[in-house]
């Protein structure tokens, strides 16, 4: 049982393209993340939600708590948003869980 | 401000050894949370430390344990090493108790056991 969902798995778009990543959760929640991954290990939180929907220039972040879901945007994609993303549901303090990841190719 | 600094960043290990990773928080964080990354099983929390008391922890055997020191500083222990504790460990501090704080990744120690 996987207590959050992410798909797609795997994604390549062409540069300029919007692009959507989608998570879904069964845990109750407290805060959401949206990590990027690059190749190295190296991760950073994008954005960190409980409610609506937040903005980082080309990057936007919503969640429906009553739906139990949240998606991540990218507007206008270019090759160095190239990366894996990772949703990462927290119930209580740091205790995440994870989804699988999408692995984001941007073609130039 | 000094991010999330994390030693060894890489170590080979043998089965039946036992290993000791340290993780220093941004200075005035006071959690300290772990997680294993592999490529099975993807991201898993290890362990949350807050203020010198584990808070939370995962599904893991006991040979995983950590501890937290009086600044904040922690440190993981895995205790006789199996091959599938190869992995990347990462560890992520927070200002405080809440999960809507922030969080803060370290680069990771990448464990391979041999």
Known sequence: KNE???SPQNLTAQEGEFITINCSY????SALHWLQQHP???IVSLFMLSSGKKKHGRLIATINIQEKHSSLHITASHPRDSAVYICAV???GNQFYFGTGTSLTVIP | KAGVTQTPRYL?????QQVTLSCSPISGHRSVSWYQQTPGQGLQFLFEYFSETQRNKGNFPGRFSGRQFSNSR????VSTLELGDSALYLCASSPGGATGAGLFFGEGSRLTVL
């Open chain 1, 40 to 42: 190295g290990g190296g």
């Open chain 1, 4 to 6: 959050v969902e992410q």
């Open chain 2, 12 to 16: 080979i290990k043998t089965r039946g």
């Open chain 1, 26 to 29: 069964s845990v109750g929640i």
């Open chain 1, 90 to 92: 927290g119930e209580t």
């Open chain 2, 74 to 77: 922690s440190e993981m222990n």
